[in-house]
């Protein structure tokens, strides 16, 4: 059974550009959370899907949105890239809202920019 | 101030020691979780606590509610043990968003 997969594993982008990342949820659940980590820092939220809507969102500029499809999976989208946006994003899947069980975590997408 | 604040940041051990990593958290929670994540990036999830101790092999994490503090303990350290823990709180009035601590960076050398 295959848990988190994102893609890709590994991007470099241009400053101005704008980005997608993705994510495929553990099969089973149906709730998706996407987080930022910088280098040497603890992941911060970013927001967090469930029946394909934004159910919560952290403390981050309009430039992030995403999406949830009806199979569950997700994307993240960052347009008009920053130096400071480079990171691991990290995708998190997990049953049900609120509350959530069985926490699984990606490897993560690290994208550059440069 | 961090919801959630580890200590140490950087440990290096010698393979066989006795290993404790701490934990501290502001607000209500859920749940606490200590996560381990290896160079790359990946993070698997160890323990999921809301109270009292848990035991998977070596490794032993307990909570205390009322002190608001946790302990990721790991007995006969391994080399293969070198990764960076994070500890992670569920808010309880947040649905199931995570404050995640900043990590320990943990060496265990042969």
């Not at chain 1, 280098?39 to 952290?58: A, K, M, N, V």
């Not at chain 1, 994307?75 to 400071?84: K, M, P, Q, R």
């Not at chain 2, 994490?61 to 608001?68: F, G, L, M, R, Y």
């Amino acid at each position: 059974d295959a848990g988190v997969t994102q893609s890709p594993t590994h991007l470099i982008k241009t400053r101005g550009q704008q980005v997608t990342l993705r994510c495929s949820p553990k099969s089973g659940h149906d709730t998706v959370s996407w987080y930022q980590q910088a280098l040497g820092q603890g992941p911060q939220f970013i927001f967090q899907y469930y029946e394909e809507e934004e159910r919560q969102r952290g403390n981050f500029p309009d430039r992030f949105s995403g999406h949830q499809f009806p199979n569950y999976s997700s994307e993240l989208n960052v347009n008009a890239l920053l130096l400071g946006d480079s990171a691991l994003y990290l995708c998190a899947s997990s049953l049900g809202f609120p509350g959530g069980f069985g926490y699984t975590f990606g490897s993560g997408t690290r994208l550059t920019v440069v | 101030k961090n919801e959630v604040e580890q200590s140490p940041q950087n440990l290096t051990a010698q393979e066989g020691e006795f290993i404790t990593i701490n934990c501290s958290y502001s607000v209500g929670i859920s749940a606490l979780h200590w996560l381990q994540q290896h160079p790359g990036g990946g993070i698997v999830s160890l323990f999921m606590l809301s109270s009292g101790k848990k035991k998977h092999g070596r490794l032993i994490a307990t909570i205390n509610i009322q002190e608001k503090h946790s302990s990721l303990h790991i007995t006969a350290s391994h080399p293969r043990d070198s990764a960076v823990y994070i500890c992670a709180v569920r808010r309880g009035d947040t649905g199931n968003q995570f404050y995640f601590g900043t990590g320990t960076s943990l060496t265990v050398i042969p």
